[in-house]
């Protein structure tokens, strides 16, 4: 499994920072768009919605609804007050991590509630990467995505190592306190090194790591809700596209709640600079 991880790893890591570094902002969003296909078509089925058809119309509503707020102008008042709803959808999310249920059953099946709440997860994430990368900079979005790799692998091996006492027991068996710690501790000198290191340095250092502390707590309640949603549906990951990882879904559950709180942060990190 952990082959598998790293060979997919060394073909998709280049390919995101070579889209990231040299795409336009447009550009990026039409390729974005096929992975906001994927993931709203991984979601219709962890929500439990109908069979085929349902499904692809809910993951190509879900998908046109991110393109029309990107290229149509009239529709881009609205991208600050999306990317804005992370910071209502992810406290109730939390909230529904903290009450469940932790399995398939009676309880579990709302495919209406889910349906409603699968945009609240795509969408701002979404949007926010194309706003960090058109306002603030592709070496940002950059900076945000290799944060959610230092600190899943600062997770994975401290949690090996040290990982006794679980996280979230119901929710993921295999997340540790100790993973946790060693995301946060991996990210501190990434931040440094990379407040230093940006072409642009338009942030205090210290607020730069205050924040990706912050943006890698608030990713892991998105990894936690995904593993919520494969666990109310029963299912191990959220797709098969990915060996080694699962679906789209389970590759950018933390960057679907990190990107808007990053892009929030970064913008008033930068206007405090």
Same mark, same amino acid.
């Given at each position: ?129 194309? %706003? ?7 070496? =940002? &979005? /950059?900076?945000?995505?290799? +944060?959610?790799? $230092? !600190?899943? @692998? ?42 230093? %290191? ?7 250092? =210290? &607020? /730069?790591?205050?924040?990706? +502390?912050?943006? $890698? !707590?608030? @990713? ?54």
């Amino acid at each position: 499994m952990l082959r598998q991880r790293i060979l997919t790893a060394l073909v998709l890591a280049p390919l995101a920072i070579a889209a990231v570094l040299y795409l336009a902002t447009d550009a990026l969003a039409a390729l974005a768009a096929l992975v906001g296909l994927v993931a709203f078509a991984e979601w219709a089925r962890l929500a439990g919605l109908g069979g085929r058809l349902p499904r692809a119309a809910y993951a190509v509503a879900g998908t046109a609804t991110g393109l029309l707020l990107w290229y149509w102008p009239p529709a881009h008042r609205w991208l600050g007050l999306l990317v804005y709803c992370a910071l209502v959808f992810w406290p109730l999310a939390m909230l529904w991590l903290a009450r469940g249920p932790y399995a398939p059953g009676p309880g579990s099946h709302r495919p209406l509630l889910k349906a409603v709440a699968g945009p609240l997860f795509v969408l701002p994430a979404w949007q926010a990467a194309l %706003l960090i990368h058109a306002e603030l900079g592709p070496w =940002w &979005l /950059l900076y945000v995505m290799v +944060l959610m790799w $230092v !600190a899943d @692998s600062g997770a994975y091996f401290s949690g090996k190592r040290w990982g006794h006492r679980r996280l979230s027991p119901r929710v993921s068996p295999g997340k540790t306190v100790a993973g946790l710690l060693g995301a946060l501790v991996l990210s501190v000198p990434y931040a440094l090194a990379g407040g230093r %290191l940006l072409p642009d340095r338009g942030v205090d250092p =210290w &607020l /730069l790591v205050l924040l990706s +502390l912050l943006v $890698v !707590a608030i @990713s892991v309640v998105g990894d936690l809700f995904v593993s919520l949603m494969k666990r109310q549906a029963g299912l191990k990951d959220s797709g098969h596209l990915l060996p080694g990882h699962g679906g789209i879904l389970d590759r950018l559950d933390s960057l679907s709640a990190a990107a808007p709180f990053f892009y929030i942060g970064l913008q008033w990190a930068r206007g405090g600079a």
